[in-house]
């Protein structure tokens, strides 16, 4: 016998084209890929990130795409991100969270408590205010997916904050997950592998630094860092009903890293 769902139109049947997305961290690698990838399949993205759009990236997106600069550190520009949203589009469909910064590089015995503070707030507090504000706004369910690491699953050294904070982006997911699922919204983890990026060089910019690089590109047993569109492919996955099973998940796209 056929299930009757209040979310039918959400599981499935809403074309992608027809949603209204929010994109954090949308000038940088992987959100920017992420929004070009939305943009190209119809969605209405709004992209959001802590520095103003140049004119280069709102042509990339096109007009159905509108930017709102936003630091999701604070709340309250958060608030603003998802009334701007509303006020626009009149809806909400998805978000894909995803701004972040990378570890400070020490041993967690050097790390001083506004270094710590820093990353955890990025990285983990703008995830929390994102979903305290978009899942009341996706009147008609929704799909949100949140951008942890290989370092939310593993650890390496040197690393201890932002270890920490994408351990707790999975588990933020996974409690967001249960309290959605009743209301139709889904929320996922897509767990990057290294993934080349303005976030990546920068972590190698040091030309001593490159056999560092090296042996961290072998580590993934594809031989090679992730392009940040390799990412994108998946996240569009889980924003559209193709996906209408799929919450509380963690979705790794790390060329084997974590299976070795
Ligand atoms: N590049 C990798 O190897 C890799 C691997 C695993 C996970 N990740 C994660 O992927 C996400 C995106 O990383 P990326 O590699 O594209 O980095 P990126 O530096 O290219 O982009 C990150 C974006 O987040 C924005 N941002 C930073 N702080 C912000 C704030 N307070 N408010 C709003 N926006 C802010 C930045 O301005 C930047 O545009 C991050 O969460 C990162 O931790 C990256």
Request: charged share 20%; hydrophobic share 45%.
């Amino acid at each position: 016998m056929a299930q009757h769902s209040p979310h039918r139109e959400e599981a499935g049947l809403r074309p992608l084209e027809a949603k209204v997305i929010i994109v954090t961290g949308a000038l940088g690698g992987i959100g920017g890929a992420a929004a070009r990838e939305l943009v190209a399949a119809g969605v209405h993205v709004v992209a959001t990130d802590i520095t103003p759009a140049g004119d280069e990236a709102l042509a990339q997106w096109g007009a159905d795409a509108s930017f709102f600069r936003a630091d999701l550190t604070q709340e309250d520009q958060v608030a603003a991100l998802v009334a701007h949203t509303l006020e626009r589009h009149g809806r909400l469909d998805g978000a894909f969270n995803n701004a972040g910064i990378e570890q400070h590089g020490k041993p967690l015995t050097q790390l001083d408590a506004a270094e710590w503070d820093r990353v955890l707030h990025i990285n983990l507090g703008s995830m929390f205010f994102c979903l305290k504000h978009q899942i009341p706004a996706m009147a008609s369910g929704g799909s949100i997916v949140l951008t942890s690491s290989i370092l939310g699953q593993v650890a390496v050294p040197n690393a201890a904050e932002y270890i920490a904070s994408k351990h707790a982006v999975i588990g933020l997911m996974r409690a967001a997950a249960i309290e959605g699922g009743p209301l139709g919204i889904r929320v996922n983890a897509v767990l990057p592998g290294a993934v080349d990026t303005p976030l990546l060089r920068r972590q190698f910019d040091d030309p001593a630094l490159l056999p560092m690089m090296e042996a961290v590109r072998k580590a993934h047993p594809l031989g090679r860092f992730a392009l940040p569109e390799e990412i994108a492919k998946a996240v569009k996955w889980l924003l559209s009903g193709e996906s209408s099973f799929t919450t509380g998940a963690t979705i790794s796209i790390d060329g084997g890293f974590t299976a070795t």
